[in-house]
């Protein structure tokens, strides 16, 4: 195709004008080229009517609706001038020449060579020549013979300024034109700034930073130039990212293209995507060799470092999820939502600092149907209007996600996402000490209470980190003992627990959402763990007909060992109310939960930052037989003071008034009876939880609360402790925690920490 050469595409209401430049010789931005934007508004000028311009050279340069509307007001007043004033011309006598020959020569000239290259150039000229011929008649310098013979020039004059006054690219160019610069594109590019994708690429992105925002924040990651702004009007935030993709080379581009056309042709079967990372792996050596092979063709040499990142780019566009994986490579990244229609709003994210953000990402079509056929695949579940809902995690170099995906008829737009991104280490107490979720005291509780192998359910609203801190659960838990995971979605870190040695059990069962599926359904799926031996069990979450076959567990066959869970809920009662009457579990069975932890987001009173907290540690009695609110069932041990912003112990609590603790303490010979030995012993935790936090605070090194060095002093703790009490004939707190301090110093001394 020849440059310039162009194609229209009507969708509905969208009209989209394709202009190919690939063989132009002149950059191919509105913006910052004259001879682009000529082009574009003959374009205009010859369709009459367009919703968005996409300009294709090496990238796509799409133009938005409200830029398209600009240009196109110009197109429609150049056309103007030419049919209905230029045209008339001006017939003037011979005695009128001298005045309006240069004049009207001039005017043609501008509108002709600049009108359509530079309109904002050309007002500016034209408002010049408006007050140059006013200060020509007012100082009397054209006769009246002349002012006569004017007429009807100043009239095409004043026609064509105020036709262009009118245009919307010029009233906003108004507060720039102080002391304007004819030639000056700058304000072209305030006004104008497209949303550019390289070829191989789907989404698109707006590269150019905002003129009238405020940056607060920039960082870098893996190469990715992330910028947060604070926008004015609104109490959204940008999340600006520029990742290295959009930064490359014409050669770098044209190799990538050519070997995406190459690997595009390959398509992945479902086994192949059984094992994510291999498939990576797989496809990163095969792209790799690709490229080394195209750039001897194009005798163009590839550093080791550029074909490496050209080939994480690759399959990045090939095999992988685009711009997402950009996106939860940055750990400050929680939540990614994706809202249908696709191509017409931007991504969202949620911001571990910055809150809610809208992105400068906006996916298309193309890309959400790609996304969708790959969860299909790794999941083995459907996504279609029979199963209009699919709920499945995803694995990413660097990134762990919950994803859930809807479709038609549950979205009568299309395909949406949502994608909640999981630490890439577990989190642990100590971790939670330092982000003010639980105090060091809250920690020792816990802690007390996983070892008491206590049943417990973590509930709380949504983002309220109930799978977090049921993560933080199972680090605590000695690595001497068996766990057994259930999911229907895998979130929680199995994988890192399994790399520290634990001896744990993953169990994948089917979605309550989704129906006609060869998984295993989640009742059976925990009734099976009761065959397979002496373990803890956790359960992901409470949702549906699960929530019997859990309670029989913890009557029948788990109650040796810790048995916890997630359920939405906002309150013990909550829980008790969806665990009842909700899912039909009976009143009787479930006294069998001894402990209920609370998590709900906190905000703060602007109601722009919000911060995620455990409100209550509630333990279950098991007296009361209708109402456990009115019979005295729930008894607070740890509760929230929004004016401390602590957990702080309750009377009950201080005063040993605690049938679960006390029913822990009763299989200890020395804590049986001896509240202060049980407190001491709490207490002792929690200074241990808090040394931590204090060292790593010290070191300046959050590694030290990670959970490969945590469960590390679990370990020691427990071994320090049997091995004071043989030496000493009793649980001696003093003498534990000296003896544990000093292997503090010792390991992170020789760990380097």
Known sequence: MACGDYEIAREGEEITIRINCDECT???????????????????????NATRIVITQKRDYEYDYDQTRMLLEIARVYKDILSHKLKKGLLASPQCRRYVDPRYIALQNLIFQHLKSDPIGTYVQLKRTQRHEHSLVERKIIPKQGIECLKQYFTLLNDIVSSLEKTRIIKLAEPHLAGYKVGDREVYRLLIAPMVKPDFMYTKLISSYPTDAEEIDSYEVDGTE??????????????????????????KYELLDAARKIMAEHKPKRSEFVDPERMREVFTNVGTDLLDELAGYRNYTLRKKDREELARILVRYTVGFGLIEVLLQDRKVQDITINSPMGRTPMFINHAEHGDCYTNIIPTPTEAESWASKLRMISGRPLDEANPILDTELTLPGARARVAAITEPLDPQGIAFALRRHRDKPWTLPLFIKVGMITSQAAGVMSFLIDGARTMLIAGTRSAGKTSFLGGVMVEIMRKGRIITIEDTLELPVKALRDLNYNIQSMKVASAMTRGTTEVSADEGIRTTLRLGDSSLIVGEVRSTEAKALYEAMRVGALANVVAGTIHGDSPYGVFDRVVNDLEVPRTSFKATDVICVANPVRSPDGLHRMRRITQITEVRKHWEEDPVREGGFVDLLKYDAVTDKLTATRDLLNGDSEIIKN??????????????????????????????KAAEKAKNDQILEADFAVLANDQFHRISDEVKQEAGSLDSKQILFRWNEWLKRHIKKMNY
């Open 26 to 48: 002149f950059f191919p931005s509105i913006e910052d080229s004259p001879k682009t934007m000529a082009m574009v508004i003959d374009i205009l000028a010859e369709t009459g």
């Open 226 to 251: 992330v910028t947060v702004f604070s926008m004015p009007n609104t109490v959204q935030n940008l999340y600006h990212i520029i990742p290295p993709e959009f930064r490359l080379t014409e050669d």
């Open 664 to 693: 822990i303490a009763g299989s200890v010979r020395e804590w049986a009876g001896n509240w202060d030995a049980v407190w001491d012993n709490i207490e002792l935790r929690a200074k241990i939880k808090e040394a931590l936090v």
